[in-house]
């Protein structure tokens, strides 16, 4: 079946890094965009990076941009979040999304992970 497993949340001070992994099973992972989403508590889910299928195409949220960078390793079927400069803003529960839109939609997600920011 399909899994989406992330790792790698933690405390972390103000100006700290953090590497978040999501390791995917049950599907073709390098046909899918792989996706972190974040969600902060009373706040919605919200798009944090993407990164295309192949050549490695990406974005970012306007928040994030410089700070963070997403990448892949096909060959492992996981996606990566490196997250430096973190600011207290960036509390979430992170989220690994894998997205298809052809032949036929398909949308998984992880259970989440926390990151909490804090001195």
């Known amino acids: 079946q399909v899994q989406l497993v992330e790792s790698g949340g933690d405390l972390v001070q103000p100006g700290g890094s953090l590497r978040l992994s999501c390791a995917a099973s049950?599907?073709?992972?390098?046909?899918?965009?792989m996706n972190w989403y974040r969600q902060a508590p009373g706040k919605e889910r919200e798009l944090v990076a993407g990164?295309?299928?192949?050549?490695?195409?990406?974005n970012y949220a306007d928040a994030v941009k410089g700070r963070f960078t997403i990448s892949r390793d096909n060959a492992k079927s996981t996606v990566y979040l490196q997250m430096n400069s973190l600011k207290p803003e960036d509390t979430a529960v992170y989220y690994c999304?894998?997205?298809?839109?052809?032949?036929?939609?398909?949308?998984?997600w992880g259970q989440g992970t926390q990151v909490t920011v804090s001195s």
């Open positions: 999304n894998a997205y298809r839109g052809v032949p036929v939609t398909r949308d998984y």
């Open positions: 049950g599907f073709t992972f390098n046909t899918y965009v």
């Open positions: 990164i295309r299928a192949y050549g490695g195409i990406t």
